[in-house]
């Protein structure tokens, strides 16, 4: 899950974002070091991709 994730502040990322349904394509899932998930509550079955962004890049920024 995103909260239990680590990285350096120096560290470099780069966020890619997969489709709501269908998730990252199998290539760029295997060109990534690792992959982070959110965890839902059970109330929805998926985030829009610009809401799990703002969600992702929120974390980022408060660990940085």
Known sequence: PLWTASWGPAERLLIAMGSEGEGL???????????????????????????????VLAEVRSRR
Request: proline share 3%; with cysteine.
């Open 25 to 55: 394509s199998r290539a760029v899932e295997r060109a990534c070091d690792r992959t982070l998930e959110i965890p839902g509550t059970g109330v929805v079955e998926s985030l829009n991709v610009s809401v799990a962004c703002g969600i």
